[in-house]
């Protein structure tokens, strides 16, 4: 797994990921001390996954909290590709977005690429796709958003609403430019040749719209960061702010190294999992640990490689001075993994039943909150006659 070559593209992560060397492939920055300060002055206490270098890097926050300082607001804008159930590793940044959308009183755009799922699988139907599409859907409400500001778009279904923006995007991207970003081949069919025009509407459909400028904000993990490279290409050839983006890292699996990912069940944690299967998955875990109790108990445990520990570190354990001790005591061979991931498992539990209540819940509004049946709602937001 080590020594396996670091991939991260939009369709593909795989090897061990070195953050540092994506921000200086990528082009983007460290969110540096001075810029988390700046930030400070709106959330008081910074979010647990800001103190924890979670959410790492950026591009243009620093303009956009002036732009804001300076009165004009800013929009959300995020995304799910809905090509299975929703696992914790998507639920991380959103839970992120949520706490932006409080704190700055953000309109948030989320799109699901029922589209891009489709036209990348092998054997997704787009009636799956656009199954999925509710399903995840659900699973963006349980996470907190306030329906009233939150803006769902399937992109098969509310196509209306970004083609024109599309189209614009897609006139400024060149074959040659979308190959080098996304290593695009002979062989790729060309639905996914133009979707990363699709993807970089929603960034500016509020201005489109709206008829003036207005910034955005796009929080995701960094594998999207191809799409915002074209996106930004774009902006200032239209006429539009370029979108600004927050990047944050992967949740680990429970397996062995790499990303909780959806083709390996068996170590994911999935939205809807029943809390005995959620706790059955934990208990069979991967750990940092020894091969002895006794071993582990005289030399320590390693809590960096260890899903159980990160799970607390990215999630379930919002205090600094609990986790810095579960660390330590990991460390000094005084935690036990055993007793480590009968901890966690009621917190996961518990996590879960809550958010598959909201996701019970969520089913008398979601169709509320797809775009074209929420024309109104967006006109009245934006003081508008027409959408
Ligand atoms: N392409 C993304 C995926 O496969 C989905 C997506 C669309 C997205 N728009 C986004 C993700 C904006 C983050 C931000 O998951």
Redesign the pocket.
Known sequence: MADEEMVVT?WEVVGEIDYSKLMEQFGTQPLSEDLLNKFRKHSGELHIQLRRGIFFSHRDLDWLLERYDAGEKFIL?????PSGNVHLGHVIPWLFTKHLQDIFDARLYF?L?DD?KFLISQNLTLEDTLHLTYENALDVLASGFDPKKTFLISDVKNVQTLYRIAVEVAKTVTYSTAKAVFGFKESSNIGILFFPAI?AA?CFLESATSGRNVPCL?P?AID?DP?WRIARDAAPKLGYYKPAQMHCKFLPGLGKGGKMSSSMPETCIFTIDPPKVAEKKIMNAFTGGRSTVEEQKKMGANPHICPIYHYERFLFEPDDAKLAEIENTCKSGGLLCGEHKATLAPKVIKFLKEYQERREKAKDVVSDCFIDSCDRKLQEALGLERF
């Open positions: 939009p804008y995020t995304g799910r590709g799109q690429t891009e993807q929603p796009i995701a999207q799409y």
